[in-house]
């Protein structure tokens, strides 16, 4: 009996990333051979010769049109890259992006805003797009997690930090971008909250409270004017310490991951991690990871 191929209706995560990658040095390769054909063969190549950015921009194009070792995989949905190909493209297009802002910043100083605007016409835009291309690769190999939180799955993503925890074997497993820091038994990991973040989100139980009758009414009233006055001087002492944490340094709070061992000589009560809680999913999966381990 002939058999049906299977076909799969969605990508394989990190597929995308790929062809953006790849996409991005497709056009500027096209872009580069454009150049070259309006110039003589000759003059061009012995440019390229003596000029190291032009080098430079060749090994760029390589790596990211080809991006040897690539491939996307589905239990790591955010770096289908090797480590070592994400740092290269990283740095090549940090060089790449400020060579052609400072290029195009040049260009503008001294010809004008009213030539540089004709100049960005007959390029077709090339001037905006270059640094805008080189810009677009620094943002896709940022630094991130392997994946997004999923407490359900028992994964969490802090900042580039990314943690596994598997229930039945009581162990954790924790990821720096695409490179495996360790794992580690759940027992003797723990969550620490340097600025006092982990209780921000749990109200306090209100204990039951009984009708007052007539009798007390004098009582209520007396006591009105005290509380007032409690409440002012409560309102005066945390005032200053809420601008406080208003500040520049509390403005993104921090949370650890605390490896306490004894059996590690010599490293007990290590910091696994320490990430800052940048954004509010940073700061759910946090407490979900401190209650994660607390369960375990």
């Not at 969605?10 to 790929?18: E, L, Q, R, S, V």
């Not at 620094?138 to 997004?148: V, Y």
């Not at 009758?213 to 209520?220: F, H, K, L, N």
């Not at 921090?254 to 940073?282: C, I, M, Y």
Request: one cysteine or more.
């Amino acid at each position: 009996m002939a058999r049906t191929k299977e076909t799969r209706a969605n990508a394989a995560p990190g597929a995308g990333t790929i062809f953006a990658l790849r996409a991005i040095g497709l056009v500027i390769l096209a872009r580069w051979l454009f150049s070259m054909s309006q110039m003589d063969l000759v003059a061009s190549l012995a440019a390229m010769a003596s000029s190291p950015w032009a080098c430079i921009n060749l090994v760029f194009l390589f790596l990211l049109i080809f991006l040897p070792g690539a491939r996307a995989q589905a239990e790591r949905p955010f770096h289908p890259l090797p480590q070592w190909l994400r740092q290269a493209l990283r740095l090549f297009a940090f060089l790449g992006f400020l060579f052609a802002v400072f290029s195009v910043g040049a260009f503008v100083w001294s010809a004008g805003g009213r030539r540089a605007i004709h100049a960005v016409a007959a390029t077709n835009g090339w001037l905006v797009a270059a640094p805008a291309l080189y810009a677009a690769v620094l943002w896709i190999c940022r630094p991130r997690a392997l994946w997004r939180t999923n407490v359900a799955a028992r994964r969490f993503a802090i900042g580039r930090y990314a943690i596994s925890v598997d229930t039945a074997t009581r162990t954790v497993i924790v990821w720096v971008e695409s490179r495996k820091l360790g794992q580690y038994d759940a027992r003797e990991l723990s969550v620490r909250w340097p600025d006092g973040q982990g209780d921000a989100g749990v109200a306090p139980v209100a204990a039951p409270v009984a009708m007052p009758g007539p009798e007390d009414a004098a009582a209520a009233a007396s006591a009105g004017s005290s509380a007032a006055s409690a409440s002012a001087s409560v309102s005066a002492s945390v005032a200053p310490r809420a601008a406080a944490h208003a500040g520049w340094p509390h403005r993104r709070p921090k949370v650890e991951l605390l490896w306490d061992s004894p059996a590690a000589a010599g490293h007990n009560h290590q910091t696994v991690f320490r990430a800052a809680l940048v954004s509010e999913g940073d700061r759910v999966a946090a407490r979900a990871l401190d209650t994660s381990l607390r369960q375990a």
